[in-house]
């Protein structure tokens, strides 16, 4: 059994006498393990750095083996993200979300293309590319089978003034619909609408919604904690948030 393809690290772990554990996502093989020789040396442990884009190639004699990892460096994310703490901090939870949401061995090719996506605009700054990074919790949510349903409101049908999110089914809920009910509520940030960039007040709005299902659905159904990661993250972005008040 034998396959090449790019691929996001996910975690590297030391393994006997120098060598690592490697956990990646890759496009057609999902969440994939493998057994990377001299992955903990200093001559390879700059290559298995959560985050980074890499070309990777597994070998073993059986499919359901851990196999034989080895890989090329394509784009030193972590690397790039060690400058700004919020980059860090961001390509920290996807990695930990993707490594630990996300079954193993099954394909979810929208989770990567658009993680891949993430990375590859990071390097611009933290800032521009937490919108996205929203969305692609959205992603992974709906790849689990977890998707929100913003198109329209669950009470009265209107596709217009969408404002909530109901915690309990994931639908959203207009302004006026809302009204009795928004304490109870979560907000819907607008960018998760119209495909803008947000600010701090909404990216933090976005990540109390996708959390709240990740938690519950994603995490919870399997008895599992949310990543430290992504606490992390969501700490930091309500300390921008705060800054602006």
């Known amino acids: 059994m034998e ?3 790019p691929a996001v690290v996910l975690d590297a772990r030391p393994y006997g006498e120098g060598a690592a554990v490697v956990t990646l996502l890759t496009e ?3 969440r ?4 990377a020789k001299g992955g903990a040396s200093r001559v390879q442990a700059g290559l298995w750095l959560p985050g980074n884009l890499v070309e990777a190639r597994w070998t073993a004699r059986l499919a359901d083996q851990l196999g034989a990892l080895s ?5 030193p994310a972590a690397a790039l993200a060690m400058e700004d703490p919020l980059a860090l901090a961001l390509l920290s939870s996807a990695c930990a979300i993707a490594a630990d949401a996300l079954p193993e061995r099954e394909p979810h090719p929208r989770a990567f293309q658009a993680l ?8 611009g700054g933290a800032e521009g590319v937490m919108a996205d990074y929203v969305r692609w919790e959205c992603i992974v949510l709906a790849e689990l089978g977890y998707g929100l349903d913003l198109g329209a409101c669950a009470v009265t049908g209107v596709r217009e003034g969408l404002t909530h999110v109901s915690p309990r089914t994931g639908r959203a809920v ?5 009204a ?7 907000d819907l940030p607008r960018f998760l609408l119209d495909g803008g960039a947000g600010g701090p007040r909404g990216w933090q709005a976005g990540l109390r919604l996708t959390g709240h299902f990740l938690e519950r659905d994603a995490f919870g159904a399997r008895h599992r904690p949310v990543p430290e990661a992504r606490h992390r993250l969501a700490d930091r972005i309500a300390a921008l948030a705060g800054a602006e008040d």
Not at 116 to 123: M, N, P, Q, R, T
Not at 180 to 186: D, E, Q, V
């Open 116 to 123: 891949v996506s993430l990375i590859g605009h990071l390097a």
């Open 174 to 178: 207009s302004a006026g619909a809302a």
């Open 32 to 35: 994939h393990a493998g057994l």
């Open 3 to 5: 396959w090449q393809a």
């Open 180 to 186: 009795p009910y928004a304490g109870r509520l979560l």
């Open 28 to 30: 057609a093989h999902g």
């Open 71 to 75: 890989g090329e460096l394509v784009h």
